[in-house]
């Protein structure tokens, strides 16, 4: 059985909004300009090692928000929105 991510608290949509909101820009796909974007969970992404397999020790968590429109992936750095994660 596949594991359930878990959705983004209350308290993270927040620090989301605050912190698009602080830098004075609203979330915009940059391949259709849409405005209309989710997001719904944070994502860890390991790194590629000197053979080509994901590293188990070095991972980094970042925060997807997709286009509701064209289904593109805008990938942000939560570490530095000052988000819980
Ligand atoms: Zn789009």
Redesign the pocket.
């Known amino acids: 059985m596949a594991e359930e991510s878990a959705a983004l608290s209350d308290r993270q949509m927040q620090q989301i909004e605050d912190w698009f909101s602080g830098k004075g820009v609203e979330p915009r796909?940059s391949?259709?300009q849409?405005t209309q974007m989710s997001t719904f969970s944070l994502a860890a992404v390991s790194f590629i090692t000197e053979e080509g397999t994901a590293s188990t020790q070095r991972a980094t968590t970042l925060l997807p928000i997709i286009?509701d429109?064209?289904a593109?992936v805008e990938w942000f750095l939560p570490s530095q929105m000052g988000m819980d994660v």
């Open positions: 796909c391949q259709c849409r286009c429109n064209c593109h």
